[in-house]
């Protein structure tokens, strides 16, 4: 389900017009990877991803329980950097 939501999260803004409805798929996958198992950090990370290019608050908390859950993880550090 993370990699789905990646995966919707490239096809949003490859276009440079957000269709709505992968915007909601995007979201889907998210929340469900979360659900799924909370301690996996890609998953606090794309849902951070959502929140982040939608605009809506909630990044910095999974950010922050995705840099608990794996401080390493690459695309952790990406944003970082």
């Not at 276009?15 to 606090?44: F, N």
């Amino acid at each position: 389900w993370a990699s789905l939501a990646g995966a919707y999260s490239f096809k949003v803004w490859e276009t440079g017009s957000p269709d709505p409805a992968y915007v909601e798929k995007q979201r889907i996958a998210a929340e469900r990877a979360v659900e799924l198992d909370p301690r996996l950090a890609i998953a606090h990370i794309r849902l951070a991803q959502y929140f982040a290019e939608t605009g809506q608050r909630g990044r910095g908390q999974h950010a922050a329980i995705a840099r608990q859950l794996d401080p390493g993880h690459p695309i952790l550090l990406s944003w970082a950097a």
